[in-house]
C-alpha cells in the first residue's frame, strides 16, 4: 500500500486567473468520532470546491438509530453554500466555525468548533496510529469515467487516536476512541442521477489494536442475496475496490471481501446488522460481525442517500471495536426499498 506525504494535508489549490475548472472537482477533509456508552457519532467534514471558489460542511451529532431526518439529529450546522475557507498557516476555518489545526501534517490535528449560543462545542485532538495511505476513488467505476488524471486527484485515509470533549446542548461527554479521517484532492464527483451504476457501497474501517486495523469499501455481493439483486448488473466487478489490512507496522492488501447484511433499517434502509469476512494478501481470513448503536441521514451528498452510524465490531477473537460504518446509495435503490416497505406494510394490514 502506497503513502502520500503530509503536506497533502493541507494541498487546497484554487483555479488560476483566467483557468476554469471542472465544477463537480472537489477537495475535502473528513473527521468523526464516537461515544459509545452515550451512543453518539460525530460527522465533521468540508468539500472544497474551487471552481467557483466556494465550501459546505459543517458538523452533524447524531444520537441513537431513530435519525431520519437531517432534523431528528442531536445537532446539525451544516451549510451547503459557503465562501472559501479561511486558511492562516496550518489553521481551515470554515464560515460556520468547524476549524481544523493541521498541528504536525500527517500526524497530529486538532479540531474545534463552538455554536452560535455556546450550548455546543467540540475540542478534539487526532493523532495517527497508521500511516498517512494513499487512497483513490470513493465509488466503484468512478475512476473511468470522470476523473481528470491530468490534475493528478488524489486521497488520503489515516486511523486517528480522537480525545478531547464534546458539549452537547451543555452536556458534557468525554472523547476517547479510534477513528478514521480521509480527505480527497482534485477529485471530480459527479452527482447526477445515474452517474456511476453501482449497488449501496458501504465502507467499513475497524481499530482493533495496533495488531488488528481494517479498512475497506464494498457493495453486498450477489451471493448473499442482497436488497440491490436485480437493479443492478455488476458482472464479473470485485464487490471491494479498496481496502487494506494493518498488523503491527506490516501493511497488507485485501484481496476478498463478502458483505453480508443481515438487517436492514425499517425506515432509512442503512445496515443495522451485518457480518464481513475478507482474505489478506498473505492469506490469513478474518470474520467480523457488526451491528449499529447509532446512525442517521447526512446532508453531504444531497442527490444521494448518504448515511453515516456507529457500527460496534466483534472480531472473531471475541474484541470490540466501536468505528463509523457509511453507506452510500442513489435513487434506484431507495425507490425500491420504499416500494418494498411499502408493499409489506399493506401486506400486514388486515
Not at 442531536?74 to 489553521?91: H, L, R, S
Not at 495488531?211 to 455481493?221: A, G, K, R, T, Y
Not at 479498496?242 to 442503512?270: C, F, S
Not at 481470513?285 to 449499529?292: L, N, S, T
Amino acid at each position: 500500500m502506497g503513502t502520500h506525504p503530509p503536506e497533502t494535508d493541507l494541498l487546497l489549490p484554487l483555479p488560476d486567473d483566467g483557468e476554469q475548472w471542472d465544477p463537480h472537482l472537489i477537495h475535502t477533509h473528513y473527521f468523526g468520532f464516537s461515544i459509545p456508552e452515550a451512543r453518539i457519532g460525530a460527522f465533521l467534514y468540508v468539500r472544497y470546491q474551487p471552481a467557483f471558489p466556494l465550501s459546505q460542511g459543517g458538523v452533524c451529532i447524531f444520537q441513537g438509530t431513530d435519525n431520519v431526518e437531517y432534523t431528528d439529529m442531536a445537532f446539525i450546522d451544516y451549510e451547503i453554500t459557503m465562501p472559501w475557507p479561511t486558511v492562516k498557516g496550518n489553521k481551515i476555518t470554515t464560515a460556520n466555525g468547524l476549524t481544523i489545526d493541521f498541528v504536525e501534517p500527517g500526524r497530529t490535528a486538532r479540531v474545534t468548533y463552538t455554536s452560535d449560543d455556546g450550548e455546543t462545542t467540540v475540542d478534539v485532538v487526532a493523532e495517527a496510529v497508521t500511516p498517512l495511505l494513499a487512497r483513490g476513488h470513493v465509488m466503484p467505476g468512478e475512476e473511468d469515467h470522470h476523473h481528470d488524471l491530468s490534475r493528478e486527484p488524489g486521497g488520503t485515509e489515516q486511523f486517528m487516536h480522537m480525545t478531547g470533549e464534546l458539549v452537547l446542548h451543555g452536556q458534557r461527554h468525554a472523547i476517547d476512541c479510534y477513528a478514521p479521517r480521509d480527505r480527497s484532492w482534485r477529485q471530480i464527483r459527479v452527482e447526477k442521477r445515474g452517474a456511476v451504476l453501482v449497488p449501496p457501497v458501504g465502507w467499513s474501517p475497524m481499530y482493533f489494536g495496533p495488531d488488528l486495523i481494517f479498512n475497506q469499501i464494498s457493495f453486498e455481493p450477489l451471493d448473499t442475496d442482497p436488497a440491490w439483486a436485480g437493479l443492478y448488473d455488476v458482472g464479473d466487478r470485485l464487490s471491494h475496490h479498496y481496502a487494506w489490512i494493518q498488523r503491527g507496522d506490516k501493511t497488507r492488501a485485501i484481496t476478498r471481501v463478502r458483505r453480508n447484511v443481515l438487517e436492514y433499517h425499517p425506515r432509512t434502509y442503512l445496515p443495522l446488522r451485518q457480518d464481513i469476512e475478507a482474505q489478506d494478501e498473505a492469506g490469513e481470513v478474518y470474520h467480523f460481525r457488526g451491528e449499529a448503536i447509532a446512525c442517521a441521514s447526512l446532508p453531504a451528498w444531497p442527490n444521494t442517500s448518504f448515511h453515516d452510524s456507529v457500527y460496534r465490531w466483534e472480531d472473531q477473537q471475541g474484541r470490540i471495536a466501536y468505528a463509523t460504518y457509511q453507506e452510500l446509495w442513489f435513487d434506484r435503490y431507495q425507490q425500491a426499498m420504499k416500494q418494498r416497505a411499502t408493499k409489506t406494510q399493506g401486506d400486514l394490514v388486515p
